[in-house]
């Protein structure tokens, strides 16, 4: 009786991303688009929820939506509200822009018209454990390099802001 | 045909059982933040050696009725360089997540609206969304003090989000789910999660205070210095909306911690009457939610760098070591109960006597620092 409401929900899930992708990049309102990103990784989340990992979908959500757009806002925050030409800077770089822009997205385009039909994912349930298990036991040293990396990027920043007369 | 729960057809009664569950969500919101408010007035009032409200219904108990309804008949007003569409999303954002936050709360043994395996991440994440309203709010409103605000909320509500999550992983670690309801399972006897894991709970119990911007650490809301914060250029109901927003999360932090630490529905007589799961649920629930108010009754408001620093320099590296020590026992003893609560007790004890001996050294530097740009001033206007 329901099974309308999964293309139904992928179709909205797959409008928000690439909706709210186009206009991040398009729109010249720098808190709208702060705000359409919260709503491009809220549709993500939504991606996630339908293939059954839920675990991601959350954390999707806690790590994007509650802590990197909030980031983001807070240093839109101290830009002033009225139109101005953010246009400017860019100009020039168009052409290239686009070149770059083809030579990435050529790949992607060619990856996703060749995709086949994935396996089909483990039997509704938890993906906490199967999540938890690959990461600290078949991935745990990308893992484990990962971290060390955010931990230098974390003291790097530290290092950076700190005053001098300290 | 299969029939579902009431004879109703199964696919039917799932729709069914969503509507009822959202009815009772807001209807547990709203009475809940009517409550709150009579009993945040009355017992500040007690606190203060006043009556509180009395004029209205027996004992000023249709005072926040009263309140309500002016709430709800006031003129909606929006400044004119607002930024319409962000001022008048923001309450929205705020309010929705955490009426969202509620279909997980175990009220009682088969009285969850859903018991979700991951139960403690989905309210942790509803958690984290509602800074984004507040910042939006206090972005929108076009004003500085509102700015300020946000600016504070966002700073103040992402560092406590660290030792909040630090202390929820401890208890994970105990107890071995992330679901609500296995949770409450994991504690039936007076040997509640408290005793073995209290270090947590105060990391948790003080990350909270400051997520639900309560005293004293309702700095994005600060009267004397803000006006009011972000809240500044709302009134009638969208303020109203902010307002409940604010009494529902001290309920679902409230609820959690009731859960976590002290066994949530379990208490004597559930075996025999579910129903009373619901009555030690909500008893449990509101004693936090009146340890806030007392809390707000009692304690001066923090500076916002004593805020920051206490949160960085103090509660996470304890809560790392707690979650440390609290991984490492439970790896190396088949029964870690004893020694987790001994490493958590000591951890407790360290806190509560090592802050008065850091703040006195602290106390001591600024004052030999005072005295001598005094010394350094009186030299300079010497003849």
Same mark, same amino acid.
């Given at each position: ?29 720098? +808190? ?23 675990? *991601? ?14 980031? *983001? ?5 101290? +830009? ?14 168009? @052409?290239?822009? +686009? $070149? ?6 050529? @790949? ?9 039909? @994935?396996?089909? @994912?483990?039997?509704? $349930?938890?993906?906490? *454990?199967?999540?938890? +298990? ?23 920043? *530290? ?8 | 045909? &299969? ?7 199964? !696919? ?43 004029? !209205? ?6 005072? =926040? ?6 709430? #709800? ?8 360089? !607002?930024?319409? /569409? ?19 709360? &175990? ?58 999550? %630090?202390?929820?992983? =401890? ?12 949770? =409450? ?11 073995? %894991?209290?270090?947590?709970?105060? !990391?948790?119990?003080?990350?909270? #205070? ?88 009692? #304690? /001066? ?36 109960? %004893? ?18 001996? =850091? ?23 010497? &003849?």
């Amino acid at each position: 009786m329901f099974d309308f409401l999964e293309p139904l929900f992928f179709a909205l899930f797959a409008l928000g991303i690439i909706g709210a992708g186009a206009a991040v990049v398009l729109l010249r309102r720098i +808190t709208a688009q702060a705000l359409l990103m919260a709503l491009t990784f809220a549709c993500m989340a939504g991606m996630f929820l339908l293939l059954g990992a839920e675990t *991601i979908a959350l954390f999707q959500v806690l790590i994007y939506v509650g802590a990197i757009t909030i980031l *983001i806002l807070f240093g839109v925050m101290f +830009t002033k509200q009225e139109e101005r030409a953010y246009g400017l800077f860019f100009q020039k770089q168009a @052409p290239l822009a +686009t $070149g770059l822009a083809v030579i990435v997205a050529l @790949p992607v385009v060619i990856l996703a018209f060749s995709f086949k039909d @994935p396996a089909t @994912p483990s039997a509704r $349930g938890s993906d906490l *454990i199967p999540l938890a +298990t690959s990461l600290f036991t078949d991935y745990a040293f990308p893992f484990e390099v990962a971290s060390v990396l955010l931990l230098a990027a974390l003291v790097g920043a *530290i290092v950076l802001v700190k005053r001098d007369d300290q | 045909m &299969p029939i579902g729960p009431f004879g109703i057809d199964p !696919t039917i009664w799932a729709v069914l059982r969503l509507v009822i569950a959202v009815a009772l969500t807001i209807f547990l919101v709203l009475n809940g933040a009517l409550v709150q408010i009579f009993l945040e007035r009355k017992i500040q009032a007690v606190m203060q050696d006043r009556v509180g409200p009395y004029h !209205t219904g027996p004992f000023g108990l249709l005072q =926040t009725f009263a309140d309500a309804i002016k709430l #709800l008949g006031k003129e909606d007003i929006r400044a004119k360089l !607002t930024d319409a /569409p962000f001022f008048l999303a923001a309450p929205a954002i705020v309010f929705s997540p955490m009426v969202a936050s509620f279909v997980v709360l &175990p009220f009682g043994p088969d009285f969850t609206g859903v018991n979700l395996n991951v139960g403690l991440l989905y309210l942790t994440t509803l958690g984290s969304m509602t800074v984004l309203g507040i910042v939006i709010a206090g972005w929108a409103s076009n004003n500085k003090y509102s700015l300020m605000g946000g600016l504070r909320s966002a700073g103040q509500l992402i560092s406590y989000e660290v030792p909040g999550i %630090l202390g929820l992983v =401890t208890v994970v670690l105990y107890v071995g789910s992330l679901s609500m309801v296995d949770i =409450t399972n994991a504690q039936p006897g007076p040997l509640v999660n408290a005793f073995i %894991l209290p270090f947590a709970f105060l !990391t948790y119990f003080i990350a909270a #205070l400051a997520e639900t911007n309560r005293n004293p650490f309702d700095l994005p809301e600060a009267e004397s210095e803000l006006v009011a914060g972000f809240l500044t250029e709302y009134s009638g109901m969208r303020w109203g909306v902010f307002f409940l927003a604010e009494y529902g999360e001290v309920t679902v932090v409230s609820a959690i911690m009731a859960t976590l630490w002290f066994g949530g529905w379990h208490g004597p007589g559930v075996d025999a009457v579910p129903l009373l799961g619901v009555i030690w649920f909500t008893l449990k629930t509101y004693f936090f939610v009146l340890l806030f108010m007392w809390i707000r009754a009692t #304690l /001066p408001r923090l500076r916002i760098d004593q805020l920051m620093g206490f949160c960085w320099k103090v509660l996470i590296p304890l809560a790392l070591v707690n979650i440390l020590l609290t991984a490492v026992l439970i790896l190396a003893f088949p029964d870690p109960r %004893l020694p987790i609560a001994v490493a958590n007790w000591a951890l407790v004890a360290l806190l509560v006597v090592g802050l008065p001996f =850091t703040q006195r050294r602290r106390l001591l530097r600024f004052r030999t620092r005072t005295r001598e740009s005094v010394g350094m001033r009186d030299a300079r206007l010497a &003849p």
